[in-house]
């Protein structure tokens, strides 16, 4: 297609702003292995908890994965390297109801395993087993959910601080981010005269263009990692993880239903920014309100209302993030200021992924003869709209 | 040996001032006694500064690439930049001389100029980073070439 985008140089720029928050993010979350390893993990947990033998057998444990392990969006924490890996062990035949006695259930089994014994320690919610210098695996016992509310995955947690039952349901959320994050973005054409933008279409962005995970995913993940840096010495006021990926994913859901964008750049502008439309303010009450969208009556901001300085971090940090990416792509002062900006933004090794990265994609392009350069030095990647006055040929940087 | 940058088919210095002119035509440039001397201002990503890259070149030696402002040296705060000569300024060096990636035939303005552009990025990133992703070969593993270097620099022409 013979197409010239309107600001092609900008273009590029974003490009490559995206291709490294996509290094950032490589760099801070599990490896392809580590995700193998934790997963060969919890089934060994699930199978301990549900094997013949086993005091909980009879209740019908199943385990799975909930959270930022489950839609793929965990990252590794800033100070550390152990990921959370966050588990569900729902007991699909269980006749107590009584909510301590099903969590000392579970406590009982891993409390009397000579393997599991010093891993493990009681948490509000879950039974933490630590795997030291690789995860905490956080086993979040349950019981299903009342009827009509069990069929869309609802369950009941034991909730010691309430000692009480809580509703809640982490499969109906995990498909809320994954069915979102399963839409792809649309890409507005920019022309350079009326009869191309006659016959333009929309379609899909294209994958240079675009992060190699799901858009959503890395949205996340970005926005996490930003969050973390950002609050890095108090790290109690920061907003959690479930109303960031609850905001992001609402906010990503419309940008993708009603938008296209001319690059992913504007994409991911657009949905942090559109992440405050979703904070509600009751009309009544005048509180803050972010629903859980898998069990509405539950109220993510609930302690925003509480501590209302938790509800000003989190607009202050909100609005940081959406400053610090626009930043990114208005530098002109050398790709070490993009360096120290993501620095600041994301850590200092993600900075460096990132970087290198851009660094190590012209390199690997010459090599392919799949770069040129325009009249002011400018190197563009082939067939990128730019006009280019030669082609890079394959050579080799000589010299100490 | 020392004939081996002056091919049949050899550019001359005209002909290379031509198409650096033709390419680029912010550049300035002159021809005296034989030296063709250019210089262009560069910047090779929308994210970096813009350098005023100097060429001089004589047919039957190699071109001699340099960076004047802002000066590699002073913005890495002293320290060698990597893929430079001894010399002054740091002369960047772009391609391996001892693999003939470059010879006289070929026009400077589609080999020197995107491969100095490519240096300026991946300096950059190495100014953060401390890593030359650029790749490369390294004067420290390859000391027969460096002499040859030497020799094809200080070489006259024919």
Redesign the interface.
């Known amino acids: 297609m013979n197409r010239l985008l309107l600001k092609p ?2 273009h ?2 974003k490009m ?1 702003i995206v291709q490294m928050l996509d290094a950032v993010c490589q760099a801070i979350e599990p490896t392809e292995t580590q995700y193998s390893d934790a997963t060969g993990r919890y089934q060994t947990i699930g199978d301990f908890l549900a094997e013949k033998g086993s005091p909980l057998h009879c209740y019908g444990p199943v385990v799975y994965p909930q959270g930022s392990m489950r839609i793929k969006a965990a990252i590794r924490p800033v100070n550390g390297k152990e990921f959370d890996v966050d588990l569900v062990c729902e007991f699909r035949k269980m006749p107590q109801q009584d909510p301590k006695v099903v969590k000392r259930l579970v406590w009982d089994r891993f409390h009397n395993s000579e393997r599991y014994r010093t891993m493990a320690a009681e948490k509000n919610r879950c039974v933490q087993i630590k795997y030291e210098g690789q995860f905490h695996m956080d086993v979040m016992p349950c019981i299903p959910g009342d009827d009509g509310w069990a069929m869309v995955g609802g369950v009941w947690v034991p909730d010691k601080k309430l000692d009480d039952w809580k509703a809640s349901n982490p499969a109906g959320f995990a498909r809320f981010v994954e069915t979102a994050a399963a839409k792809i973005p649309r890409q507005q054409v920019l022309f350079a005269n009326r009869a191309e933008a006659k016959s333009a279409d929309v379609e899909p962005l294209e994958v240079e263009d675009t992060f190699t995970k799901p858009p959503l995913i890395r949205i996340i993940q970005v926005l996490k990692r930003h969050r973390d840096e950002y609050f890095r010495n108090n790290h109690d006021d920061a907003p959690i993880s479930v109303i960031i990926t609850t905001l992001a994913t609402h906010s990503y859901d419309r940008a993708v239903t009603h938008n296209t964008y001319s690059s992913v750049y504007d994409l991911v502008l657009d949905v942090v920014e559109g992440m405050l439309d979703f904070v509600r303010i009751d009309s009544s009450t005048t509180e803050y309100c972010i629903p859980n969208p898998s069990h509405p009556e539950e109220n993510f901001a609930e302690r925003w209302n509480e501590n209302p300085m938790l509800a000003d971090w989190f607009f202050a940090w909100r609005s940081k993030v959406g400053t610090d990416l626009r930043l990114l ?1 208005q ?10 900006l993501m620095e600041s933004a994301f850590g200092s090794t993600a ?2 992924q990132a ?2 990265s ?3 994609s ?2 690997d392009k ?2 392919n003869r799949l770069v ?2 325009t ?5 563009v990647p082939e067939g990128f709209g730019i006009r280019t ?12 | 040996m020392s004939k081996i940058w002056v091919k049949v088919g050899a550019l001359n210095v005209a002909r290379q001032l031509c198409e650096l002119r033709q ?4 550049g300035t440039g002159r021809i005296a006694r034989n030296r063709l001397q250019w210089q ?10 813009t350098y005023r ?1 100097e060429i001089k070149y004589r047919l039957g030696n190699l071109p001699v690439i340099v960076v004047w402002h802002p000066c590699p040296r002073e ?1 890495s705060g002293g320290r060698k930049p ?4 001894a010399g002054e300024a740091d002369p960047l ?5 001892a ?1 003939q ?2 010879n006289s035939s070929m026009p400077i ?3 020197i ?10 300096f ?6 401390g ?10 593993l390859l000391n027969e ?1 460096t002499e040859s ?1 030497a020799q094809i620099i200080n070489q006259r022409n024919p």
Request: with cysteine; hydrophobic share 35%; aromatic share 10%.
């Open positions: 140089e900008g590029l720029a490559q792509a530098q002109e002062e050398g790709v070490d200021k993009v360096g120290k900075a460096n970087v290198r851009l660094s190590a012209v390199r010459t090599a040129g350069v009249s002011t030095g400018l190197i006055v030669s082609k890079n040929p394959p050579h080799t940087n000589h010299g100490s | 390419l680029y035509p912010h262009c201002a560069l910047q090779p990503s929308a994210f970096s500064r890259v913005l990597p893929h430079t000569y060096c772009v391609f391996y001389p693999a990636e470059w303005a589609r080999t100029v995107p491969w100095s552009c490519e240096w300026l990025l991946h950059e990133a190495w100014l953060f980073t890593i030359w992703e650029g790749g490369g070969t390294s004067h420290a070439t270097q």
